[in-house]
Nanobody
Framework: QVQLVESGGGLVQAGGSLRLSCAAS????????MAWYRQAPGKQRELVAG???????NYADSVKGRFTISRDNAKNTVYLQMNSLKPEDTAVYFC???????????WGQGTQVTVSS
């Protein structure tokens, strides 16, 4: 299995920046894909950004040009750099990994991001 621990959330004013980190441990050699999801109160969890082992990335339209996902293989960590934050970015952000061992996916515990207007 793969264990994920997020950090870096907090309170920021609109227009500000935050960087989230997701540290992976366990069967990290089997990870194929990692991503950030978010869930706002009363809304469904949605994909924010993802990255493959080949560094191919994908982003939600709502964050393109503002957020950047990256990875540091030496640290087994994936980052989400969030710039030009908006109040609508307020949510709990979850790290997610897909890997080639049962059960095949893991979620982190989540980190709160609050953007004030």
């Amino acid at each position: 299995q793969v264990q994920l621990v997020e950090s870096g959330g907090g309170l920021v004013q609109a227009g500000g920046s935050l960087r989230l980190s997701c540290a992976a441990s366990g069967s990290i050699f089997s990870i194929d894909y990692m991503a950030w999801y978010r869930q706002a109160p009363g809304k469904q969890r949605e994909l924010v950004a993802g990255i493959t082992t080949g560094d191919r990335t994908n982003y939600a339209d709502s964050v393109k040009g503002r957020f950047t996902i990256s990875r540091d293989n030496a640290k087994n960590t994936v980052y989400l750099q969030m710039n030009s934050l908006k109040p609508e970015d307020t949510a709990v952000y979850f790290c997610y990994a897909v890997y080639r061992q049962t059960p095949g996916f893991s979620w982190g515990q989540g980190t709160q991001v609050t953007v004030s207007s």
